[in-house]
């Protein structure tokens, strides 16, 4: 069970992020301070 807590939250947390970040960017870059945004504005062009 020790390890499967922490597992469980990265788990979670890493396709919500991929979510947040399709989908609403702005929260997305709020939340994390703007990292990773370069790269799809990169991308983009």
Same mark, same amino acid.
Not at 15 to 21: E, K, M, T, Y
């Given at each position: 069970?020790? #390890? /499967? +807590?922490?597992?469980?939250? $990265?788990?979670?947390? $890493?396709?919500? !992020?991929? /979510? #947040? *970040?399709?989908? $609403?960017? !702005? $929260?997305y =870059? +709020?939340?994390? !301070? =703007? *990292? =990773? #945004?370069?790269?799809?504005?990169? *991308? /983009?062009?």
């Amino acid at each position: 069970m020790y #390890l /499967v +807590l922490p597992a469980l939250v $990265v788990a979670l947390a $890493v396709p919500l !992020g991929a /979510v #947040l *970040r399709c989908l $609403v960017p !702005g $929260v997305y =870059g +709020l939340l994390t !301070g =703007g *990292r =990773g #945004l370069a790269l799809q504005k990169e *991308r /983009v062009q």
